[in-house]
T-cell receptor, first 112, second 115 residues
Framework: AQSVTQLDSQVPVFEEAPVELRCNYS??????LFWYVQYPNQGLQLLLK??????LVESINGFEAEFNKSQTSFHLRKPSVHISDTAEYFC??????????FGGGTRVLVKP | DTGVSQDPRHKITKRGQNVTFRCDPI?????LYWYRQTLGQGPEFLTY????????KSRLLSDRFSAERPKGSFSTLEIQRTEQGDSAMYLC?????????????FGQGTRLTVV
């Protein structure tokens, strides 16, 4: 069985400050890792994913995440947030079967 | 827009009534998933189809829940005798199997409120 723990349920941050969202997972098999973002009253959008290869993955809007196998973590970071980054962020894992197991989410509130 | 579409977006129903939701996946996608998301929680897997075959059901999917994908295209999720605990956002997603863990695309969800 797989599980995902997002250590922070809410993260307030000032605009242009850095942010880190923590994600730890457990699995008995090799996993693929994802970060999804959900804006209010919207579905989930894929932010970035780790399948294999380089452990540092980046998104087109400045987010990055690093896969750390020894610490079973996949933390998400952005060096400078914008008001538009206010949303809920979900970390998820999947085995080769594509079914996703999600964490409880981290709500990011960017303050001006 | 050819993304995943769900209908209706919102549904309010009285306890004990039956409800049915529809999901239209991206046309070439052969896998379709249903998830449930309650307030303040992450989505939880309910079931998935590969083409028309239902391959896995979560233990969350009680006997009151049934899902179909009759022709391998759209899918329906029916909840019979709704209870207040069924109030949640029901999310549908689709993906194309055959490639190593391709992205699952999500619809905007159907928000169910049972009163």
């Amino acid at each position: 069985a797989q599980s995902v723990t997002q250590l922070d349920s809410q993260v307030p941050v000032f605009e242009e400050a850095p942010v880190e969202l923590r994600c730890n997972y457990s699995s008995s098999v090799s996993v693929y890792l994802f970060w999804y973002v959900q804006y209010p009253n919207q579905g989930l959008q894929l932010l970035l994913k780790y399948l294999s290869g380089s452990t540092l993955v980046e998104s087109i809007n400045g987010f990055e995440a690093e896969f750390n196998k020894s610490q079973t973590s996949f933390h998400l970071r952005k060096p400078s947030v914008h008001i538009s980054d206010t949303a809920e962020y979900f970390c998820a894992v999947s085995d080769s079967g594509n079914k996703l197991t999600f964490g409880g989410g981290t709500r990011v509130l960017v303050k001006p | 827009d050819t993304g995943v579409s769900q209908d209706p977006r919102h549904k309010i129903t009285k306890r004990g009534q039956n409800v049915t939701f529809r999901c239209d996946p991206i046309s070439e996608h052969n896998r379709l998933y249903w998830y449930r998301q309650t307030l303040g929680q992450g989505p939880e897997f309910l079931t998935y189809f590969q083409n028309e075959a239902q391959l896995e059901k979560s233990r969350l999917l009680s006997d009151r829940f049934s899902a179909e994908r009759p022709k391998g295209s759209f899918s329906t999720l029916e909840i019979q005798r709704t209870e207040q605990g069924d109030s949640a956002m029901y999310l549908c997603a689709s993906s194309l199997i055959g490639q190593a863990n391709t992205e699952a695309f999500f619809g905007q969800g159907t928000r169910l409120t049972v009163v």
